[in-house]
């Protein structure tokens, strides 16, 4: 043991000798007595620290961006944003494509287009009907109401169906048949009048499905500060239905004969059938399209309990009944269809009694007023959205925009009273129908808000209410502009109306869940 010492020592003298002269011959040096490891160990302590720096610069840019941008630092990571507001490889190539998100709620603006460019077809053809066929403006009333008869049912049902299967399939069956529906009115009109109500009561039955099917898959498809504004371009897409049916419909039964606009638009209908079956789905992570960061996105801004599906059995109506705002929400369900129905309804009617213009500046006057509605609308949305962003609750974001969209058209209606030329009637209905879209940004999306799983089935309950109080106030104006000689009166007790509902909005509405 003390020779192999006394040998080993001369070579570690010599080889410290050569190390001070050479730093090659350290680093073999070091080797060779064996400190590779602690080389290595050195090396990875020098990664780590490297990595932990980089993880910490980047979570800093991350709360950066999102103070920024005002969104959350869930939501700018799932995004990607990074320091100096530059971006993940990832994110860039997301940016060379259109967000499939993008082309759900395009589509569904298309078909909320159809489906209400489908309903005023009939607003506009019924004056003639009436003259040709000698109705009062009480039967006229009636005629008009017969959609609401089968809306009024599928309205539960349909809400049902789509919390169990989805807005796909359902939505594509009710395109199908209420453009078939569509279809099959010119023809009922000339065999009976009983046949004209009943295809009518079955093309409201159809289109029942297209409210709570619209908004529980844009409720899956966007985050929920994203939500308002989507609910706003597909209902832009629905007031638009408005302008394109009041000004193409004129046109076309001159030109064409009553079968023209209906033909038309079921068309359009089947059309928009095909593309939608094959390019959409109910869920984004079941889409083939869908990019892994923009799944990462939408996931990122939804609440922690918020389902992507749901096979629970929906929960009984007297739990649904027993809470204060649920209450809210069928309320103002009610308010903004009885007003909306006596517009969309009875506007040509009233330009062409009050102010004596001919059908054809009627649909010019009519149809102003739901251009600047869909305008107004996705204002509302982005409004709500930006709101929810920057730290206030979703609670007081509902109930101010709720607020604006009963204030608002009741003060028009009001003033609507007084107009005294077809252009100041024109201005006050605008301002109505403008200020009543911020109730897209209210109640329509408080249904996600206090029952994300049941959302379905509490916009069927709360629009069959809404359909009844339709029913009410298109068949109600026939009798009193029958029995009054004018509009006055029940323009006025609409606009009370919604003053009174807002009150009950302000005071029980809340945007936790609740269900």
């Known amino acids: 043991m003390v020779t192999s010492l006394s040998v080993t020592s001369p070579q570690q003298s010599s080889c410290f000798l050569r190390c001070v002269h050479d730093p090659t011959a350290t680093r073999k040096a070091l080797l060779s007595f064996g400190l590779r490891s602690r080389h290595d160990q050195f ?66 603006a298309c078909m909320m287009c159809l489906c209400n460019a489908d309903r005023v077809v009939m607003s506009v053809a019924v ?132 079968s023209g606009p209906f033909i038309l638009f079921a068309s359009l209908g089947l059309l928009w059938v095909s593309t ?51 209450w809210a929400i069928i309320f103002a369900n009610v308010t903004n269809n009885w007003g909306y129905f006596v517009l969309l309804s009875w506007m040509p009617v009233y330009f062409q009694t009050v102010f004596n213009v001919n059908l054809k500046q009627a649909a010019w006057f009519s149809a102003l007023p739901w251009a600047t509605m869909a305008v107004s609308g996705y204002f509302a949305g982005s409004a709500s959205d930006f709101l929810i962003r920057t730290g206030h609750s979703v609670t007081s974001v509902r109930k101010i925009m709720q607020s604006i969209g009963f204030m608002g058209p009741g003060l028009s209606l009001l003033c609507l009273n007084y107009a005294k030329s077809p252009s100041c009637a024109a201005i006050f209905m605008t301002l109505a129908l403008s200020l009543s ?57 609409t606009a009370f109306l919604y003053f009174a509902t807002t009150v009950f909005w302000i005071v029980f509405a809340t945007g936790e869940r609740v269900f």
């Open 437 to 493: 879209s911020f109730s897209q940004a209210g109640f329509l999306l408080n249904m996600q808000d206090i029952a994300p799983e049941y959302a379905g089935f509490l916009h069927g309950i709360s629009n069959c209410a809404g359909t009844l109080a339709a029913i009410v106030s298109t068949i109600g104006t026939g009798y009193f502009v029958q029995w009054l000689g004018s509009f006055q009166a029940f323009l006025t007790v």
């Open 276 to 326: 939608w079956a094959s390019g959409v789905t109910n869920n984004p992570q079941d889409s083939p399209f869908i990019t892994r960061s923009e799944l990462r996105q939408i996931q990122a801004g939804k609440p922690v309990h918020s389902p992507t599906s749901s096979t629970k059995p929906n929960p009984s109506l007297r739990l649904l009944l027993s809470k204060l705002p649920t």
């Open 127 to 258: 004056v003639p009907l009436a003259e040709k066929l000698g109705w009062s403006s009480s039967f006229l009333g009636v005629v008009q109401s017969s959609f609401l008869w089968g809306y009024i049912f599928s309205s539960v049902i349909g809400g049902a169906l789509v919390d169990r299967y989805g807005g796909k399939r359902v939505l594509a069956w009710g395109v199908a048949l209420w453009s078939f529906a569509t279809l099959l009115t010119p023809w009922a009109a000339a065999h009976s009048t009983l046949a004209l109500l009943c295809v009518r009561a079955f093309f409201g039955l159809a289109e029942g499905v297209a409210m709570p099917s619209m908004t529980t898959l844009l409720s899956r498809w966007f985050p929920i500060d994203e939500r308002a504004s989507a609910v706003g371009i597909s209902m832009a897409g629905f007031h638009m239905g408005n302008v394109v049916g009041l000004l193409l419909t004129p046109l076309m039964l001159s030109s064409i004969g009553i």
């Open 43 to 108: 090396r990875c302590e020098s990664l780590r620290s490297s990595s932990e720096s980089h993880v910490t610069r980047r979570g800093e840019a991350v709360v950066a961006a999102a103070k920024k941008r005002h969104q959350s630092p869930e939501r700018c990571a799932a995004e990607g944003i990074l320091i100096g507001g530059g971006e993940t490889e990832v994110v860039k190539e997301v940016g060379m494509f259109i967000p499939e998100r993008m082309k759900v709620v395009m589509l569904t």
